[in-house]
């Protein structure tokens, strides 16, 4: 039978250099350091707590798009002619 003793016992605290490891990787990528915002966060947190990089084994990618008046305002990314 498990007991809450014995659960509390198997908790191990999270490696603090697998933690290290994911950020200096996370800031050699090709992009600016911190730009994934909560994204980096919750990798470094998965790589301190099992020890090992997370790994995406059905990766899905999301793409979103948005009017927000903006073109109406004159804004562009693109110089006009």
């Known amino acids: 039978m498990i007991t809450i003793a014995g659960l509390r016992d198997a908790i191990a ?3 603090p ?3 290290r490891e994911a950020r200096r ?3 050699t990528l090709t992009k ?3 730009s994934l915002g909560r994204l980096e966060e919750l990798a ?3 790589a301190a707590l099992t020890g090992v990089p997370p790994h995406v084994t ?3 990618i999301f793409t979103f798009a948005a009017d927000h008046g903006v073109t ?3 804004v562009s990314a693109y110089r006009r002619r």
Do not use: N
């Open 17 to 19: 250099e697998a933690a």
């Open 58 to 60: 059905q990766p899905v």
């Open 32 to 34: 600016p350091p911190g």
């Open 72 to 74: 109406a305002e004159g």
């Open 13 to 15: 605290a999270p490696a």
């Open 44 to 46: 470094t947190r998965l």
């Open 25 to 27: 990787h996370l800031d």
